[in-house]
């Protein structure tokens, strides 16, 4: 029997760009390095207005242990910092830098030993390249590579399942740096001293497949990469540890090690393995520019703070009836105002959707078909949670496990009643947050 | 770097992107700048105004005229005598910007005219940009003195952005200057020639500005030609300037709305209608057993139960939910659930009641507790009890001497088979049932005649597959309404647990307790296909709407419903008990829903242990 999780769906994949080889984006006259990519505190700048900055340079450092530093993404002259767009919603402090030149990959001296530093060594490299998970959610990479003792690792997953519709990027990245990617997986095996190590590929990509088996039985025969029925939320953390383990990872604000899996990105582990190798920091990554909106979708490769438009430009434009601009996949991703904001460490993919694809249909009664429940793939009863959210009895919506949600959005998607179910839901989850906030706070007023 | 003339555009061309210029070049901390900043996103929404106003006036081809501010007076002569004195001053203004500006800048360091900000030396910026101000100061002073006159030489300011910011006010108050001026001695009458100067400015103006923008940095080819700018991007200095190559194009709107941006493509409506025609195959085999009539009751029924629900919305105002297919299928299965010797307000009737009655004071589709169809059937049967229980008509009635295929007056109790009066088979079972419970009194032939019944039933059951039968119009052909579930179980409109469950149980419990002979002793599948289990459990049991949610609660439910019918069956009055079980199940469902909650992902006591081995 394939291994897989239960529930989940299966959207048309509309991966148009699987054949499409990446290409360099040119570098942009403006680059716009937001302090905050990653989930986590956000980095504290260190230049300031007129700095000459050369690639590589941080321009923040890291504001905690759960954040990470951004740094230059070329060489040139920090414009300003300023409040800028950005593609998570609202503005944010971003500094801004005017191109000199693009002043090379910003790699720096190889580490000839680099495959025998230690965990602490690459720890420490994984942190100051500002690494953050590539695969959307941006969390920061040396926090999941430093395990408390109590919860030791057994197993990593490499995540190349790249379930969203229509995203490419980690699909060519498995084609084209396939011996990259299991290089930084194995560098992280050895930091979080894990025994087993996977890398699952759902068998709609059987060439990147292939590229990765090859590239591990190459340099490690023990690693296993294990082919996946397609099947949407495969991608997301907990499913894939589930379909590939069998474990359950506990609700939050459990996460994967504390059932002994660290999972990582196909796109973390290269940039893992070049901060290790030649202390690369996190400067630029593939996107797939795809959708109907515009023209010719491709792939590239991008410096961290191009802005949209130079990517839209690079996939041919918009066509003339593209609505709707999306970070992202479209199960997943932010559906974006303005093409001006840049792209970020968790950007795996912009997506334009034209008219026809953007509309959706307009909300009507649940007429309790039971679809929601059945693609769950955290088996709550979104349909319930989503009504109680909108009705805010928020105890009952707790009570139902709102915050276990994990937003992957195959309720609504399947929805006969085009219920924005992920959208009552999240509203549900902010307002029960915020309401546990504020018990907290007065309880720990009272004491 | 570009001794071109400028200024001239800022006049005739593209007053929209003029103040978003600067924004960027400036520190962002500084109060000051903020609200400078603000007012000039104010200037450029009134600008965008304007020169959409004038754009449009010459595609009229009457007044090519820019505009250069939106606060423009509707009287047409006014406007080209104010337009044409903020031309002056705007210009005056420029000459004045730039006069001061030379004698505060040292002139070395010529910015280039489109971006400014490029400039790398620090202090010189400095230097500049309090110049700038300074500048700005003086020449709005000016401009607002001078309201008219002033040459067309171009100034020759480096100075972009004091200049255009004095433009702007000046031309404000010229404006209103030239309002206040209304009788506008000197009407400017528009010479060819005067066109053909503007145009070639705005020429001059566009080609200044690339020609500043690829100085302006290492420009990218491809920089050339981003486009549409949403106006709110005005932050930046260089997308600004963009958007001047192209300000005609309108700002592309993008949809926003909350994940996922994609959708399956199944919709309530096409479920309903989906539903609806798997039960066409049942209703054309109802109509070749039971004649035309029985079609023309379920027209009926479904035509009643649309136009209720059109009526009661249209009374209310509401929006029409008719389309969607659920009131159809609702007066379809009330026929479904009639005898086929009904006179044909029955129908009608009944599916009123579902509609008007069980279906809308909830709330329309979604909102209904319990299934509206059965509510109709129940309602009827409450009513009208003898019609309800005593107008069947056999198989194949319309075959008979004087009747046809057409016939629409029948009178049930004239026709007689083996003299008795025909019922269902159920409703045989259940008489002599009774007879045996009670020979005391009975004739011997009676007895002896309901023995044979009770174990000949096992005879008929090709009979009752097919559909061969007496029986409500659309519960007869078990083969038919299961075709149509499996199509339903394929398209996963229906869950396979309640039929089964429903099903199994009726089966399993008529088996164990429905025979004459003690346990195990009934006859099994004469309890599934006789009465009208199959469509109960098929399409009445899973309807949506009523039923649970959860997968183990639709079992349950299932497994209630045939409880509820067997003990209805074996024990009950009626002789059917199908629909009083689905319909009491329905009531159920909340509570069913409630204690069946799926295990939460993640929610395991033996988590990792046992996995990790």
């Known amino acids: 029997m394939k291994k897989t999780f239960r529930g989940g769906t299966h959207p048309p994949e509309f991966k148009l760009t699987s054949g499409v080889a990446t290409t360099p984006l040119p570098v942009p006259e403006l680059i716009y390095v937001p302090i905050q990519q990653h989930i986590g505190a956000p980095g504290v700048p260190v230049v300031k207005k007129k700095d000459e900055v050369t690639v590589g340079q941080p321009l923040t450092q890291s504001g905690g242990f759960v954040s990470i530093p951004a740094h230059a993404p070329v060489s040139g ?369 009272a004491a | 770097m570009s001794p071109f003339a400028p200024d001239e555009e800022k006049q005739n061309d593209a007053p929209d992107e003029r103040p978003e210029s600067d924004a960027p070049e400036t520190s962002a901390d500084s109060d000051d700048e903020k609200a400078r900043r603000k007012e000039e996103r104010k200037a450029a929404r009134e600008a965008a105004k304007a020169k959409a106003a004038a754009e449009a006036a010459a595609e009229k081809g009457k007044e090519p005229a820019p505009a250069a501010d939106a606060g423009a007076s509707s009287d047409e002569e006014d406007e080209k005598a104010r337009k044409k004195a903020e031309r002056k001053a705007a210009r005056e203004a420029a000459k004045a910007a730039a006069a001061a500006e030379a004698a505060e800048e040292k002139g070395e360091e010529p910015a280039p005219a489109a971006d400014a900000g490029a400039s790398s030396d620090e202090e010189d910026e400095k230097a500049r940009r309090k110049a700038e101000r300074k500048a700005a100061r003086e020449a709005a002073k000016a401009a607002a003195a001078a309201e008219a006159g002033g040459d067309d030489k171009p100034a020759e300011s480096d100075d972009e952005k004091a200049r255009r910011k004095a433009e702007r006010k000046a031309a404000r108050e010229a404006a209103k200057a030239a309002a206040a001026d209304a009788g506008g001695d000197d009407k400017p009458a528009e010479t060819d020639e005067e066109k053909e100067k503007r145009r070639a400015e705005r020429k001059a103006a566009r080609e200044a500005a690339k020609a500043a923008a690829a100085e302006g940095g290492d420009a990218k080819p491809e920089k050339k030609e981003r486009k549409e700018r949403p106006a709110k991007a005005a932050k930046d200095d260089k997308p600004a300037k963009k958007e001047k190559d192209t300000a005609a194009v309108p700002s592309r709107k993008f949809i926003l709305s909350s994940s996922p941006h994609i959708h399956d493509k199944e919709s309530v409506r096409r479920i309903m209608w989906t539903v609806t025609a798997t039960l066409v195959p049942a209703t054309i085999g109802a109509t070749w057993v039971f004649g035309f009539r029985a079609l023309m009751l379920v027209a009926l029924g479904a035509s009643a139960a649309m136009l209720t629900e059109w009526g009661l919305q249209k009374l209310f105002k509401a929006k029409s939910t008719v389309a969607d297919g659920s009131a159809f299928l609702t007066g379809l299965l009330v026929s479904f659930n009639l005898p086929p010797g009904v006179p044909w307000w029955i129908p009608v009737i009944g599916a009123f009641f579902a509609i008007a009655i069980a279906k809308m004071p909830f709330g329309g589709l979604g909102w209904n507790p319990m299934n509206p169809a059965l509510i109709g059937r129940a309602f009827l049967l409450a009513s009208w009890p003898l019609h309800m229980t005593k107008d069947w008509l056999p198989a194949f009635w319309w075959k008979m001497q004087g009747y046809n295929f057409f016939t629409w007056n029948v009178n049930p109790a004239a026709i007689k088979l083996d003299g008795v009066s025909y019922a269902t088979p159920l409703e045989v079972r259940k008489s002599a049932i009774s007879t045996l419970t009670n020979p005391e009194g009975l004739p011997n032939d009676v007895i002896t005649r309901a023995m044979e019944v009770l174990h000949s039933t096992g005879d008929k059951i090709l009979d009752l597959v097919i559909g061969v039968t007496g029986g409500c119009i659309g519960e007869t052909s078990a083969i038919l309404l299961l075709i149509g579930g499996v199509y339903l179980l394929y398209k996963g409109y229906i869950d396979w647990r309640t039929p089964f469950a429903f099903i199994a149980t009726v089966g399993l419990g008529g088996w164990l307790f429905g025979g004459a002979d003690g346990f195990f002793s009934g006859d099994m599948l004469f309890h599934i296909f006789a009465g009208g289990l199959i469509l109960g459990a098929v399409y009445m049991a899973t309807d949506m709407v009523t039923t649970p949610i959860t997968k183990k609660g639709r079992l349950i439910f299932g497994i209630g419903c045939g409880l509820i019918t067997l003990m209805i069956r074996l024990i009950g009055g009626y002789p059917e008990g199908v629909s009083y079980a689905i319909l009491l199940m329905n009531l159920t469902t909340p509570l069913i829903d409630r204690y069946t909650k799926p295990r939460r992902f993640g929610h395991i006591k033996v988590a990792t242990a046992e996995a990790r081995g």
């Open chain 1, 77 to 445: 002259v920090v414009k300003d910092v300023i409040p800028y767009a950005n593609p998570v919603g609202k503005e944010m402090m971003t500094v801004v830098i005017e191109t000199k030149d693009d002043g090379g990959d910003g790699k720096g001296e190889e580490d000839p030993n680099w495959a025998d530093a230690t965990p602490d060594v690459i720890r420490e490299r994984v942190k100051n390249a500002g690494i953050a998970g590539m695969g959307g959610a941006a969390f920061p990479t040396h926090v999941k590579l430093s395990p408390p003792e109590a919860k030791p690792i057994d197993t990593v997953i490499i995540n190349g399942a790249e379930c969203e519709p229509y995203l490419t990027s980690d699909h060519r990245l498995m084609l084209e740096r396939a011996e990259d990617i299991v290089r930084g997986a194995m560098l992280v095996r050895k930091t979080v001293n894990a025994k087993k190590l996977f890398m699952a590929v759902e068998d709609n990509k059987p060439d990147a497949f292939e590229s990765l088996k090859k590239a591990a039985a190459s340099l490690d025969s023990s690693i296993q990469v294990e082919m996946l029925p397609v099947k949407y939320p495969q991608g997301a953390e907990k499913q894939l540890i589930s379909a590939l383990t069998g474990r359950e990872v506990p609700p939050p604000p459990a996460l994967p090690m504390d059932v002994g899996c660290v999972v990582q990105n196909v796109g973390s582990c290269v940039a893992i393995y070049e901060a290790v190798r030649w202390q690369k920091p996190l400067i630029e990554r593939y996107v797939t520019i795809t959708g109907s909106g515009v023209k010719k979708p491709t792939n590239v490769l991008a410096k961290i703070g191009t802005p949209l438009t130079y990517l839209i430009e690079a996939a041919g434009g918009y066509t003339d009836d593209a609505a709707k601009l999306i970070m992202g996949g479209p199960m997943m991703g932010n559906a974006l105002w303005t093409d001006t904001v840049p792209v970020i460490k968790g950007t795996s993919g912009v997506l334009v959707l034209n008219k026809e694809q953007a509309i959706i249909g307009e909300e009507e009664p649940c007429i309790g078909c039971g679809r929601c429940v059945s693609v769950c793939p955290v088996f709550l009863l979104p349909t319930n949670i989503a009504r109680l959210s909108e009705l805010e009895r928020l105890e009952d919506a707790d009570e139902l496990g709102v915050l276990e949600c994990i937003e992957c959005g195959s309720c609504t998607y399947i929805c006969p009643a085009h219920r924005n179910l992920v959208q009552h839901i999240r509203f549900g989850k902010a307002a029960v947050m915020a309401a546990k906030r504020k018990a907290t706070t007065k309880k720990e007023k």
